[in-house]
């Protein structure tokens, strides 16, 4: 039982190059989130979606993108990488109930 | 705005020792209020949720407790062990169709030996 996996776990990029964060879960959840979580500031929305095929903003959404081709994966892309872009990156899934279910991390450094 | 507070930001104690975490929200129309807990280097896990009916509520050595005239919640640790240093999230969801839930910034515990 996986649960929500997120992929690569740890990631140096350099300013200005691209990466994208995979988020695969498997317990059928419509809604799906991106998080980032930096010291003292706690997770912070940057975008969600509400079903396959649909993305909206959250409270950063700026310097990303994000895809849900299918309903199990949810996909954040960095164009053009920067240092304030430096978090640790959460993907989450929602249940009926409302009980978010949170993959490990994803960890990224932008020097 | 809706906006969750949690005091306190840092706590340390010995083990054994209970302790209690607050989280004030200003949510409307309120729906329910979780507790997450987040060991380092992990991502949160639900320990436990309050609807607005519910005042009490326990998990093992967690008890959680919610006035929802005063829009207060508390989360007790009691008999603390080195396992439950860890960050303590407020989670507080409105009802109405509301997707996004609302984050308190979470309480660091830090349990010594």
């Known amino acids: 039982n996986a649960g929500v996996t997120q992929t690569p776990k740890f990631r140096v990029l350099k300013t200005g190059q691209s990466m994208t964060l995979l988020c695969a879960q498997d317990?059928?959840?419509?809604?799906m989130y991106w998080y980032r979580q930096d010291p003292g500031m706690g997770l912070r929305l940057i975008h969600y979606s509400v079903g396959e095929g649909t993305t909206a903003k959250g409270e950063v959404p700026d310097g990303y993108n994000v895809s849900r081709l299918k309903k199990q994966n949810f996909l954040l892309g960095l164009e053009s990488a920067a240092p304030s872009q430096t978090s640790v990156y959460f993907c989450?899934?929602?249940?009926?109930?409302?009980?978010?279910?949170f993959g490990e991390g994803s960890r990224l450094t932008v020097l | 705005k809706n906006q969750v507070e949690q005091s306190p930001q840092s706590l340390i104690i010995l083990e054994g020792k209970n302790c209690t975490l607050q989280?004030?929200?200003?949510?409307?129309?309120?729906?329910?209020l979780r507790w997450y807990k987040q060991d380092t280097g992990r991502g949160p896990v639900s320990l436990t949720i309050?609807?607005?009916?519910?005042n009490t509520k326990s998990n093992g050595r967690y008890t959680a407790t919610l006035d929802a005239d005063t829009k207060q919640s508390s989360l007790h640790i009691t008999a603390s062990q080195l396992s439950d240093s860890a960050s303590y999230i407020c989670?507080?969801?409105?009802?109405?169709?509301?997707?996004?839930?609302?984050f308190g910034r979470g309480t660091s515990l830090i349990v010594h030996p």
């Open positions: 989280c004030n929200y200003t949510v409307s129309p309120f729906s329910n």
């Open positions: 317990m059928n959840h419509e809604y």
């Open positions: 309050m609807t607005f009916s519910e």
């Open positions: 989670v507080v969801s409105a009802s109405g169709g509301s997707y996004i839930p609302t």
């Open positions: 989450a899934s929602r249940s009926l109930s409302g009980e978010l279910f």
